[in-house]
T-cell receptor, first 111, second 112 residues
Framework: NAGVTQTPKFRILKIGQSMTLQCAQD?????MYWYRQDPGMGLKLIYY???????DKGEVPNGYNVSRSTTEDFPLRLELAAPSQTSVYFC??????????FGPGTRLTVL | KQEVTQIPAALSVPEGENLVLNCSFT??????LQWFRQDPGKGLTSLLL?????REQTSGRLNASLDKSSGRSTLYIAASQPGDSATYLC???????????FGGGTRVLVKP
C-alpha cells in the first residue's frame, strides 16, 4: 500500500492564481481531511469528508474548496491565492474515528 | 471551542533520560486522543491513540495516560534515544463530531 499520497510536493504561486492540491489514499478509508500547518504552529483543519459526496468545513475553510467524488481522492482547490495561504498542506485519512494517517505534505508559497 | 496546549514547547535531554510530554485541553468532551510524531519537513506519524474510556495506552517504550475529566494527557518515553528527536503533537478528537484539534507541539532533542 502506498498509504496517503500528495502531489505536488512543492509549488510557488503568484497572488491571484489558482491551483488544486491532489490527495489519494489506497487504504479504503472513508474519512479524509485537509490540514494546514504554518511555521512553528500546530495543524488546523480546513475541510474534511466522511464519505464520497459528503464534505464539511473545518476551522479555516475560507479561500478553499473541496470535492469528494470517489472514496480514494480528496482534492483541495485554492481560488485566488493570497500570501496568507503560504503554508504546508497535509492530507490525512482514517477508518471512521480511528487512527489518522498522514501524507508527506505539499509546501506552498504564494508570492 | 477546544484549545490544546503542550508544555514544554521544547525539551533537550541527554540520551537515556526519560521524557515526559504534557498536553492539556479545555473541552473534556472528547472521543479519543492521538499522539503524533513529526520529523522536520515530514508528515505526521501516529504513535498512540487512547480512547476516552481508557486511562492509558502503551506501545514499546511509549506510554500515554489520559485524565479526561481534568483535560490532561501525558506521553512518557522511556530511555530516550537520539532517534527520538522530533516534534510530538497531541490531538483530541471531539466527541460529537469528527474534528481533531492539534496542540502546538513539543520539540524534543535527545543528545548522544
Amino acid at each position: 500500500n502506498a498509504g496517503v499520497t500528495q502531489t505536488p510536493k512543492f509549488r510557488i504561486l503568484k497572488i491571484g492564481q489558482s491551483m488544486t492540491l491532489q490527495c489519494a489514499q489506497d487504504m479504503n478509508h472513508n474519512y479524509m481531511y485537509w490540514y494546514r500547518q504554518d511555521p512553528g504552529m500546530g495543524l488546523k483543519l480546513i475541510y474534511y469528508s466522511v464519505g464520497a459526496g459528503i464534505t464539511d468545513k473545518g476551522e479555516v475553510p475560507n479561500g478553499y474548496n473541496v470535492s469528494r467524488s470517489t472514496t480514494e481522492d480528496f482534492p483541495l482547490r485554492l481560488e485566488l491565492a493570497a500570501p496568507s495561504q503560504t503554508s504546508v498542506y497535509f492530507c490525512a485519512s482514517s477508518y471512521g474515528r480511528g487512527d489518522q494517517y498522514f501524507g508527506p505534505g505539499t509546501r506552498l508559497t504564494v508570492l | 471551542k477546544q484549545e490544546v496546549t503542550q508544555i514544554p514547547a521544547a525539551l533537550s535531554v541527554p540520551e537515556g533520560e526519560n521524557l515526559v510530554l504534557n498536553c492539556s485541553f479545555t473541552d473534556s468532551a472528547i472521543y479519543n486522543l492521538q499522539w503524533f510524531r513529526q520529523d522536520p519537513g515530514k508528515g505526521l506519524t501516529s504513535l498512540l491513540l487512547i480512547q476516552s474510556s481508557q486511562r492509558e495506552q502503551t506501545s514499546g517504550r511509549l506510554n500515554a495516560s489520559l485524565d479526561k475529566s481534568s483535560g490532561r494527557s501525558t506521553l512518557y518515553i522511556a530511555a530516550s534515544q537520539p532517534g527520538d528527536s522530533a516534534t510530538y503533537l497531541c490531538a483530541p478528537r471531539e466527541a460529537a463530531g469528527n474534528k481533531l484539534t492539534f496542540g502546538g507541539g513539543t520539540r524534543v532533542l535527545v543528545k548522544p
